[in-house]
């Protein structure tokens, strides 16, 4: 099958279980900001309303359907959104948020594939393209591997309360 006609890897229902528990549980919001970004997902929409759902957060502010609906309007972000018609959806898709964990692995492994597939024909090009430099192509190699294996380690989003928390201990630390 051609490279052009292939699906990247993805799992559309993974995603809106993410974001639909996110809608309806607080805790949710935390738990899968600790793990993904919104590059980790596949759909366009999702990755507004992660970044919707996260900036409300962040921002202290409840999220709830009206709160994020008002939000994508306000900040003219509903279309990309998917609509209300979709965000209504994706929150009553998610009966509870027992099994969330098992959805941001899935979303996590996805994207993970993702960056490796993009990476892989990052490599192949130069390969092709930069034969009499192959120690170029070969550090290239592996600073791709590298990123990407870091990016399955870490997190560009610490909770408001653990920033918070270290803040105040070094406060404490200095008074």
Known sequence: MSDSLR??????????????SMLIDKNAIAQAA???????????AHKTIFKAIRDL???????DMITLV????????????GGV???ME???????????SSYIKIVEDKS???????????IIENSYNKQDDVESVIDLAEKNIFNI???RSTSDFEPMSTVLERGFLEIEKIF
């Open 149 to 151: 294996s870091e990016k």
């Open 70 to 81: 008002d939000y994508l309007k306000s900040n003219d972000m509903l279309e990309q959104a």
């Open 112 to 122: 993970t594939l993702r960056r490796l597939i993009r990476s892989s024909t990052e």
């Open 90 to 100: 994706i929150s009553t898709s998610v009966p509870s948020t027992a099994n969330l």
């Open 57 to 63: 957060y962040n921002k202290d502010i409840p999220v």
């Open 85 to 87: 018609t979709y965000i």
């Open 34 to 44: 600790e793990v993904l970004s919104a590059e980790d997902f596949y759909k366009d």
């Open 7 to 20: 699906t990247m890897p993805q799992n559309i229902e993974a995603e809106q279980s993410v974001v639909g």
